[in-house]
């Protein structure tokens, strides 16, 4: 257990449906980071919250989108789901605002878009 | 923007024999560097790090990496591969440059242990 947690595991849905992805940080880690992992486009950066403040954007689509809360968990919005957005989505944690110390994931929430 | 190239793809070594997994970096200030390790279905995890230390670095599971400036590459290496050891590596690079912090990934190298 690496102390990042993601909800769900799993979820399949419907094109054009709204999901919205959990993730709980590593205790003590104010940075919160979202990646997608997909077979062709390996692991992409979407956006990072440090302690509740939007810090970096990465290859994130308008129709994605995400916050931290006060109590640093955070959630990724996707909606107007495409056949496309299946993947496997990361969240990791880091103390800092830089990743100079590299980061902590979690096991991932794998969407399938049917 | 920093950026890190794996080569091979694909790599298969036979069992107690040495694991080489290529990482070269693009800039021209030593970044961060970082090797991560996903076993089949599960996050990745850290294996090591680089921040400007020393440049052979140590890490889990027997796994070390060397920081060589003057080729821009931080190659992963392990004496004597396990079974154990299936799975996709990945090299990470972080500018050391406010504001850009974040981990760029390379595209992976899948390791296949033959017995």
């Known amino acids: 257990d690496s102390g990042v947690t993601q909800t769900p595991k799993h979820l399949i849905t419907a094109t054009g449906q709204r999901v919205t992805l959990r993730c709980s940080p590593r205790s003590g880690d104010l940075s919160v980071y979202w990646y997608q992992q997909s077979l062709d486009q390996g692991l992409q950066f979407l956006i990072q919250?440090?302690?509740?403040?939007?810090?970096a954007k990465g290859n994130i689509l308008e129709r994605f989108s995400a916050q931290q809360f006060p109590d640093l968990h955070s959630e990724l919005n996707l909606s107007s789901l495409e056949l496309g957005d299946s993947a496997l989505y990361f969240c990791?944690?880091?103390?800092?605002?830089?990743?100079?110390?590299?980061?902590?994931f979690g096991s991932g929430t794998r969407l399938t878009v049917v | 923007a920093q950026s890190v190239t794996q080569l091979g793809s694909h790599v298969s070594v036979s069992e107690g024999a040495l694991v080489l997994l290529r990482c070269n970096y693009s800039s021209s200030v030593p970044p961060y560097l970082f090797w991560y390790v996903q076993y089949p279905n599960q996050g990745l995890q850290l294996l090591l790090k680089y921040t400007s230390a020393a440049t052979l670095v140590k890490g889990i599971n027997d796994f070390e990496a060397e920081f060589k400036k003057s080729e821009t590459s931080f190659h992963l290496t392990k004496p004597s591969a396990h079974m154990s050891d299936a799975a996709e590596y990945f090299c990470a690079v972080s500018d050391r440059g406010f504001g850009n912090e974040k981990l760029t990934f390379g595209t992976g190298t899948r390791l296949t242990i033959i017995p």
């Open positions: 919250y440090y302690n509740g403040e939007e810090r």
């Open positions: 990791a944690s880091s103390v800092g605002v830089t990743g100079r110390d590299g980061y902590t």
